[in-house]
C-alpha cells in the first residue's frame, strides 16, 4: 500500500480538558466484555461441573485438537529448549535476569509497627501456594511473555507454577515451540496445551489433570479478559487486557522518525490496537504523517498497521505540555512516551499509565523485551485504578497481633464501647475474660 498513512487530527487547542469531554473525542477500541462474558460464563460452569473432559471438548472445538490431556509432556519442553535458536535464548536469559533484578527489589519487607507499648503488628508479606500463567496464543507467539509473568512469581516464591497456552495443530496439538522453550528455560515444568476461557476455569476450578490455583495472571483475547471477570472471586486475578495501545507526548524536539517507528510498532501487534500521539507543534505532527507514508509500506505487517492507524488511532494537537499531560492521564494509556524536553520531569507528574518510557532512547519495544519492567500492563483506561503486573499480585499481606496484658487491659475499656455501641457483648467479654475490670465485674 503507497497511499500515505495521515493520521486523523483532533484539535483540542483552547479546549477544555476534562476527563469526561475528553472521553467522547479520543479514540480507543471498542471490546464489550460483557458480551463476551455471556459466552465465558457457560464454560466455566462447564468446566466446574466436567473438569478435564469438559476442557477437552471445548480445545476440540476451538482449536481443532482432540487431546486425551492438556499436560505437555517433559521430553516436549526439553526438545523446544534444544532446539531454541541460541540468539533467542541468549536474549530470553538475559530478559529474565533484568526482569528478576527489578521484580526481585519489588518484594517488600516486613513491616512491624509498635501501635502502642505492649502492642505491636507485624505485617509479612506471604506468597500464594499456586499460580497459574495464561500465555496467548494468537497472531504470533509470545515467549517474552513467559518471562513476564513466571519470573514475578518465582521471585515473590510461589512454590508451584503452571503454565497454560492454547495448543496448535501445526506444532502437533502442542502449544507453540517458543513459549515451550521459554518455560523450561526458568524451570517450569508444568505446561498445560488449554487456550481460551476453559485454561482460566481449569486453573480456578482444577481439573484430573491441572490442580487448582490461588492466582491467574496473564494476557489474553476478550473471551480470557471476560473469563477472569467471571472466576473473579474463585480466583485471584491480576487486570483484564485488552487490546494494545500507546500514547506519545512530543514537542518540536521530538525525531519524527522515531515517533513514527514507535506507532507502527504498537499498530503491528493487532488491527485493534490505539496509538495517539499528542504533540504541541503541529509542524512535528505533518513530519510524523510523512515517515508513517515510508515506513507503513514497509513494515511487514503493514494490513494490520493500516488498519490500526486508520482505525482507533489519532494526532491531537495541544496547546502546551500541560495540556498533553491533562490529555494523557485522561486516556490513561498502557504505554506512554514522553518524546519532549525535560521528558524525566513530565514523567513524575503522569498519574495515569500503565508504564511510561521516558526519553528518546526509551521505546516502548525495550520495556516489551528488555528493561527489566514488565509488559503485561493494563489497558482500555483501566491504568487510572489498576498497575501492570508486579510480585504483588502473587503476595498477600498477613498481620500478626502481639499484645500483652498490660496492653489489653488499657485497652480494654475503649472495646467495651466499641463493643457496646455495635451490641457485640461477646466480643467485650472476650476481652474481660482476660482483663476483668477493676472489682472483678465481668
Given at each position: 500500500m503507497n497511499s500515505p498513512i495521515d493520521l486523523r487530527r483532533i484539535d483540542l487547542r483552547g479546549q477544555p480538558l476534562d476527563r469526561?469531554?475528553?472521553?467522547?473525542?479520543?479514540?480507543?477500541?471498542?471490546?464489550?466484555?460483557?458480551?463476551?462474558?455471556?459466552?465465558?460464563?457457560?464454560?466455566?460452569?462447564?468446566?466446574?461441573?466436567?473438569?478435564?473432559?469438559?476442557?477437552?471438548?471445548?480445545?476440540?472445538?476451538?482449536?481443532?485438537?482432540?487431546?486425551?490431556?492438556?499436560?505437555?509432556?517433559?521430553?516436549?519442553?526439553?526438545h523446544a529448549l534444544a532446539r531454541l535458536d541460541p540468539h533467542v535464548r541468549t536474549a530470553l536469559e538475559e530478559?529474565?535476569?533484568?526482569?528478576?533484578?527489578?521484580?526481585?527489589?519489588?518484594?517488600?519487607?516486613?513491616?512491624?509497627?509498635?501501635?502502642?507499648?505492649?502492642?505491636?503488628?507485624?505485617?509479612?508479606?506471604?506468597?500464594?501456594?499456586?499460580?497459574?500463567?495464561?500465555?496467548?496464543?494468537?497472531?504470533?507467539?509470545y515467549p517474552s511473555s513467559v518471562v513476564m509473568n513466571i519470573v514475578p512469581a518465582q521471585a515473590a516464591g510461589v512454590a508451584s507454577i503452571a503454565v497454560a497456552s492454547p495448543p496448535r495443530e501445526s506444532h502437533g496439538g502442542l502449544p507453540h515451540p517458543s513459549v515451550l522453550a521459554a518455560c523450561a528455560l526458568l524451570g517450569v515444568t508444568e505446561v498445560h496445551a488449554a487456550?481460551?476461557?476453559?485454561?482460566?476455569?481449569?486453573?480456578?476450578?482444577?481439573?484430573?489433570d491441572c490442580p487448582p490455583?490461588?492466582?491467574?495472571?496473564?494476557?489474553?483475547?476478550?473471551?480470557?479478559a471476560a473469563a477472569k471477570r467471571v472466576l473473579r472471586g474463585v480466583v485471584g486475578t491480576d487486570g483484564e487486557a485488552g487490546p494494545t495501545e500507546v500514547a506519545i507526548i512530543a514537542d518540536e524536539t521530538a525525531d519524527p522518525g522515531h515517533v513514527a517507528a514507535d506507532l507502527v510498532a504498537q499498530a503491528e501487534h493487532d488491527e485493534l490496537a490505539a496509538c495517539l500521539l499528542v504533540t504541541t507543534d503541529a509542524a512535528l505532527a505533518d513530519h510524523v504523517d510523512a515517515e508513517l507514508a515510508q515506513q507503513v509500506p514497509a513494515a511487514r505487517h503493514r494490513e494490520r498497521v493500516t488498519k490500526a492507524l486508520h482505525g482507533q488511532s489519532a494526532c491531537v494537537l495541544v496547546d502546551d505540555l500541560d495540556a498533553a499531560l491533562a490529555v494523557s492521564d485522561a486516556w490513561a494509556p498502557e504505554h506512554l512516551e514522553i518524546q519532549a524536553a525535560g521528558a524525566a520531569k513530565l514523567a513524575a507528574r503522569v498519574?495515569?499509565?500503565?508504564?511510561?518510557?521516558?526519553?528518546?532512547?526509551?521505546?516502548?519495544?525495550?520495556?516489551?523485551?528488555?528493561?527489566?519492567?514488565?509488559?503485561?500492563?493494563?489497558?482500555?483506561?483501566?491504568?487510572?485504578?489498576?498497575?501492570?503486573?508486579?510480585?504483588?499480585?502473587?503476595?498477600?499481606?498477613?498481620?500478626?497481633?502481639?499484645?500483652?496484658?498490660?496492653?489489653?487491659?488499657?485497652?480494654?475499656?475503649?472495646?467495651?464501647?466499641?463493643?457496646?455501641?455495635?451490641?457485640?457483648?461477646?466480643?467485650?467479654?472476650?476481652?474481660?475474660?482476660?482483663?476483668?475490670?477493676?472489682?472483678?465485674?465481668?
Open positions: 469526561r469531554f475528553l472521553a467522547g473525542v479520543l479514540p480507543r477500541a471498542a471490546t464489550d466484555v460483557e458480551a463476551a462474558v455471556a459466552l465465558a460464563r457457560p464454560i466455566c460452569d462447564d468446566v466446574r461441573s466436567r473438569g478435564a473432559e469438559a476442557v477437552r471438548e471445548y480445545t476440540a472445538r476451538f482449536d481443532g485438537v482432540d487431546l486425551p490431556t492438556t499436560v505437555v509432556p517433559p521430553e516436549a519442553l526439553d530478559a529474565a535476569r533484568r526482569t528478576r533484578r527489578v521484580h526481585g527489589a519489588q518484594i517488600p519487607a516486613e513491616i512491624g509497627t509498635e501501635v502502642t507499648e505492649g502492642l505491636t503488628v507485624t505485617g509479612r508479606f506471604v506468597p500464594v501456594g499456586r499460580a497459574g500463567v495464561y500465555v496467548p496464543g494468537g497472531l504470533v507467539a487456550g481460551g476461557a476453559q485454561a482460566l476455569a481449569m486453573f480456578a476450578y482444577g481439573t484430573a490455583a490461588d492466582v491467574i495472571t496473564g494476557p489474553g483475547n476478550v473471551y480470557v498519574t495515569n499509565a500503565g508504564a511510561i518510557f521516558a526519553g528518546p532512547y526509551s521505546p516502548v519495544s525495550l520495556g516489551d523485551y528488555l528493561a527489566g519492567s514488565n509488559h503485561v500492563l493494563p489497558t482500555g483506561g483501566t491504568a487510572r485504578h489498576t498497575s501492570g503486573l508486579s510480585v504483588f499480585p502473587f503476595l498477600r499481606l498477613v498481620n500478626v497481633v502481639e499484645c500483652d496484658r498490660a496492653a489489653l487491659a488499657a485497652t480494654a475499656p475503649l472495646i467495651d464501647a466499641l463493643g457496646g455501641a455495635e451490641d457485640l457483648d461477646a466480643h467485650v467479654q472476650a476481652v474481660r475474660a482476660r482483663v476483668p475490670r477493676e472489682g472483678g465485674t465481668p
